[in-house]
């Protein structure tokens, strides 16, 4: 109680020093690198919000992007470019500020590839490991291309870049919770500058949990996963995804590009197979679970699984509750849907108006139960369901054809 009121109390001060000291508009005049008018002298200024007027064109950078304040900042474009070669990012937010960004597009300048790799990232938000309450990033109408690291990174993990490379969950990170919403995103082009890379990646170690939402974007040939959150120690991942497609991704590894990926990046090295990538690949480890909903999705042509959503499901009262309704998946390479449960959780997945080439599979194997519904679907190939240890396993079929096998695992079909 006591605690509480002086929260609101400092809340409170914070709107006063706000109101009081907010800095106007900051206008961006030019395309130019730096100087006045610039977009780059925008982010210096302290303006909590910024415009760039239609009369700029494309704006080309030397120098990454950096913006260092710890207050929210929005940028707000016309349908421009914002360019460069860089090593680090276009765009770097080092302070887990809060920003918002819409009308505007982060271009590196592609063709990397597992034989000419390199490049930074687009957006990159740093957050620090003293960060309390929701990172916020909202993009809207916005094109990320051609980076050969991630298109858009949100790290709250003390490993940095190395940071769920395979590591299961390692690192350090803030107390903070990361909240991620895309609308008219496209991801295209980006991460074949090394292995790993995706199109849009979240970390978060610490306390807090990931939020996803986006509607009506598009992940399309990216090196690494299309998506991929992965989420560490205390905490859940929270998914709406709406009206959104996945293509091609997942390919940096491939050897369908190259005769040998291992011998020319050991790092594709995954039990001596090449370590291709997803359309859409959740991690979550420590306590927590995985719920939302995955509504009027296309996934097509990854050169992994589809959706790929693992859970540790550590911890007491845990759920992995996901609602999968209109889902159209071809010619991935390995499972279509696959989600995963190696703890105590309970597993509740409801799918409807699915129709998918390729496998689905869940699958629960510790102290859980799972429950699977099937409602108007379409399986091209096994619907392979395993309940494994203490838990009821349960199966509902309804208006639902499974062209190869029923693979079920102490699995009641009711
Ligand atoms: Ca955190
Ligand atoms: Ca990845
Ligand atoms: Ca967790
Ligand atoms: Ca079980």
Redesign the pocket.
Known sequence: MKQKALRLAMFGSLLISAGAMAAPAAMVTNAADSGVGSLRAALASGASKIVITPAVGDIILNSSLVYDAETAVSIKGSGQRVMGVMDDSLLMVSTGADLTISDLSFAGPGGYSIENPGGGKGLYIAVPEERVGMVSLKLTNVTVTGTGNHGVHVSDCSLGDAC?GGSGGAGEGSAASIYVQLNNVVIDGVGFGKQ???GL?VDDRGAGDIVLNATDSHFLNVG??GI?L?EGNEGSVIVHVRNSDFIGNGAYCSDELVEDPIAIDPSCNDDGDPDV??AF?IDEAGPGGISGVINNISIVDNYDEGLDFDTEGEGEGNLVDLDLMDIYAAGNADEAIKVSEEGNADVLVRMRDIWVEGDVEVEEEGMGGLQVSLNDAFIGDDLKLSEKHAGAGQVKLRDTVVVDEKDFNDIDEI
């Open positions: 769920g790993d890379a995706d990646r690494g996963d991929e992965d990538d997803d690949d």
